[in-house]
């Protein structure tokens, strides 16, 4: 059994490794449901405030930060429990080798994510190069997103937040 529950299987001819998750250890009890907004200040250090709901039920845990470039809206930082990345990483290994996109992304995932700590005052620390892409300087917006949570600059949120509103009716209809 791997770290968080999470067992390693062979597969395939190349010895890919992809974790497997069971059932009944798939609830990761380390981690909070991520809900609701929170506007926080950003320090000199480029430190945020996590709400004290959404930290880890343990110390010491890491949180992945990635630069996320999926919205029209710009960049922003999403935070991913561990579980969260490791699904990620498995999804990687999961595409073909021949796809020209499985190695741009584990070059731009890889050397662009920081995985980082809680401080002991709950704060995490945006790197500097991932801080200035996303537009974050004085103010943030952590929006959860139930199993992750992404940190918005204010302006940008504000812009995603009415794209989402466009886009909520078909959504909400495709879970009924």
């Known amino acids: 059994m791997g ?7 062979v597969v395939g001819n190349w010895g890919s490794f992809l974790p497997t998750v069971n059932k009944m250890e798939s609830n990761d009890a ?5 809900c609701s907004v929170y506007l926080h200040g950003v320090d000199e250090k480029r430190r945020v405030q996590v709400p ?3 930290r880890p039920r343990k110390e010491g845990i890491e949180l992945t930060l990635v630069l996320w470039p999926k919205y029209k809206e710009g960049l922003c930082v999403r935070v991913l429990p561990p579980l ?25 995932i890889g050397s662009d994510a920081e995985q980082v700590t809680l401080d ?6 945006l790197p500097e190069g991932m801080a200035r892409a996303a537009g974050i300087t ?4 952590l929006v959860g997103m139930l199993d992750r949570f992404e940190i918005w600059n204010p302006e940008r ?15 909400f209809r495709r879970m009924e």
Not at 30 to 34: A, C, L
Not at 120 to 125: V, Y
Not at 157 to 171: F, G, I, N, Q, T
């Open 3 to 9: 770290k968080g529950g999470l067992k390693w299987v």
């Open 52 to 54: 004290a709901k959404w």
């Open 120 to 125: 002991k005052s709950g704060r995490i620390c």
């Open 30 to 34: 380390t981690m909070p449901k991520f």
């Open 84 to 108: 969260k990345f490791d699904e990620m990483l498995g999804d990687l290994d999961a595409m073909s080798n021949d796809d020209p996109a499985k190695p741009v992304l584990k070059r731009l």
């Open 157 to 171: 949120h504000r812009m995603v937040k009415a794209s989402d509103s466009a886009l909520a009716p078909e959504a």
């Open 138 to 141: 004085k103010e943030a917006v």
